[in-house]
């Protein structure tokens, strides 16, 4: 465990992750963590570009530090994306060069792009120009056959001669073809020491390694080699994982958290976003992994799963968790 502070805030992230990351996750995250970085779901540019913006940027005051991530090719659309997102106080313009979903790629968004260092570069030029805030990058090792550790120095070269200072590299190379995105992030195996290997060839960038991080043993002995971490799948799943972050990543005193003590803080704000119309599925979402690896988690979640659906006053559904929380 660290024995000083810690103050660098890419060095603890949680990943962007679709249909994961919303707002309701990000405040319950929260009030796990103060100093562990959050990013939105990936919202494309034409979304915020031309349409309903305050719906998709909505987010906590309490949220920060708070980072958007963007999807799109379009140096123009995504200078006034990222624009709107500093705007409504986002603290990190971050574009996605990693997702390889075939519906991403349609639109020239995402893994693709690690085929196009230049359109990157302008990619980020272009944000750069738009806001004050830091324009990052998150990519892949590679693509493809385009998977070769001269490639991958190519692309960063490229992109940080645009000003982009941060890398986040997800260290498994993507297959834009033929894999799901959720095979492709499990098949193509890690590489940690490529992404090490980057750092010590580019000392002056910020390089945060992201894949496969499943706790706080891992996460150490990656930040002996580079930045910052990003943790994925097993913040959302094992959300637990983050309650003690702050002391074991960044050397924070320890703070004391007990589960009855963090639902019942949740359970304040679910009924504050029903009162401004937002859905009861969504607030419960964060919680199902609130009790993994405890005993009765399995009832938790089923108990979950039925105030989810069992329709009429919301509020009802939340007084029911209320009178189970020392079971919490």
Not at 113 to 141: I, S, W
Not at 163 to 174: L, Q, S
Not at 242 to 258: E, Q, T
Not at 259 to 280: K, M, S, T, V, W
Request: charged share 25%.
């Amino acid at each position: 465990m660290p024995t000083e502070q810690h103050h660098d805030p890419w060095r603890y992230c949680i990943a962007p992750m679709l249909d994961r990351t919303d707002r309701e996750y990000r405040y319950f995250a929260r009030l796990l963590s103060r100093q562990a970085r959050l990013y939105s779901e990936m919202i494309v540019t034409g979304a915020l570009v031309h349409g309903d913006a305050s719906r998709f940027l909505a987010h906590s005051p309490e949220e920060a530090p708070l980072a958007l991530q963007l999807g799109g090719s379009d140096p123009r659309a995504l200078a006034a994306a990222a624009r709107l997102g500093a705007d409504a106080g986002y603290a990190e313009i971050n574009l996605n060069v990693g997702c390889p979903s075939d519906r991403v790629q349609s639109g020239r968004i995402g893994a693709c792009l690690m085929a196009e260092p230049a359109l990157v570069a302008d990619c980020v030029a272009a944000m750069r120009a738009a806001v004050g805030v830091p324009v990052t990058v998150k990519a892949r090792l590679g693509i493809d056959d385009l998977d070769s550790y001269e490639h991958l120095v190519k692309f960063v070269d490229t992109v940080a001669a645009a000003g982009c200072e941060t890398f986040i590299v997800h260290a498994r190379k993507a297959w834009l073809h033929g894999l799901s995105p959720h095979e492709n992030r499990t098949i193509p195996p890690l590489d940690y020491p490529r992404v090490y290997r980057l750092k010590r060839d580019f000392p002056r960038l910020r390089i945060v390694l992201n894949g496969g991080l499943m706790n706080h043993a891992a996460a150490l002995a990656a930040l002996e080699h580079v930045d910052g971490v990003m943790v994925g799948r097993a913040a959302y799943d094992t959300p637990w994982l983050l309650a003690d972050v702050d002391a074991a990543v960044f050397g924070a005193p320890v703070r004391p958290v007990a589960r009855p003590g963090i639902l019942e803080a949740y359970l304040d704000y679910c009924e504050a976003r029903l009162a401004a119309g937002a859905r009861l599925r969504a607030l419960l979402a964060p919680l199902h992994g609130l009790q993994q690896g405890q005993p009765g988690a399995r009832r938790w979640r089923r108990t979950l799963g039925e105030l989810a659906c069992r329709g009429g006053d919301p509020r009802a559904a939340l007084r029911e968790l209320r009178a189970a929380r020392n079971a919490a």
